[in-house]
């Protein structure tokens, strides 16, 4: 629902509430099938994907590939550490967006930029299981417009799904029980899609996007806290 109403928050929102029952690891893996399936739904939905390709494989290249370091991290760490990651990143996300204002990134600095904030998303996407910083605020900082930046958003996402069933592959993470979680997921998250589409319209994004935000710092500081309890 929360991704059909502004357009992302699937994994975020869904490896919070999932996190709180189950390892990071765990809930990772059932939301990849989900995660893909709904992410290249929202890339396909615009026009400007090979504009987009050609602007932006720099950072897509540098997700791949800390995503697949990163998630060398998230299979070998305690899942009391991993969990307390996801954590710390579900609040420095809400926090960015409720308090930092958008920024805008010039165009020059694109090539030297892109590489870095593909790099660091890939690898706390490989730790965390989400997607979200920095790939987000960089792409909104780039003047895209408004069907662009959520097309940009889908590639980015789709990108970091693949790359990381890629990792768990890798490291052989993924179990038959996990997989069939996860195609059952399918259903549900393409149900809740529709129903936020509907919410979307019948109330204001901006309330929706502050209550959003301020769930995910409740979710963050539960899984922080967790280990110290």
Do not use: H
Not at 111 to 117: F, H
Not at 212 to 229: A, K, M, W, Y
């Amino acid at each position: 629902m929360v991704k059909g109403v502004t357009g992302m928050g699937l994994p975020t929102v869904a490896m919070g509430v999932l996190g709180a029952t189950m390892s990071p690891l765990t809930a990772a893996a059932i939301l990849i099938i989900p995660s893909f399936v709904t992410n290249v739904w929202q890339m396909l939905a615009g026009r400007d994907l090979l504009r987009l390709l050609r602007r932006l494989w720099p950072m897509m290249l540098c997700i791949v590939i800390g995503t697949l370091m990163g998630t060398r991290l998230l299979v070998v760490v305690d899942s009391v550490w991993s969990g307390r990651a996801l954590g710390l990143a579900l609040i420095a996300y809400a926090a960015y967006a409720l308090f930092v204002p958008t920024l805008s990134v010039p165009e020059r600095l694109e090539p030297r930029l892109s590489p870095v904030v593909g790099m660091v998303t890939g690898l706390l996407t490989g730790v965390t299981g989400i997607f979200t910083i920095p790939a987000v605020p960089y792409v909104q900082s780039l003047g895209l417009q408004k069907d662009e930046l959520v097309e940009a958003l889908g590639l980015s996402f789709t990108v970091s799904t693949i790359a990381l069933a890629g990792g768990f592959l890798a490291q052989d993470a993924f179990r038959l029980d996990q997989l069939g979680l996860s195609l059952l997921a399918v259903l549900p998250a393409l149900v809740g899609m529709w129903l936020g589409s509907i919410v979307r319209q019948k109330i204001s994004p901006k309330t929706f996007r502050r209550c959003f935000l301020l769930f995910l710092v409740i979710l963050g500081l539960e899984l922080t806290l967790r280990p110290f309890s």
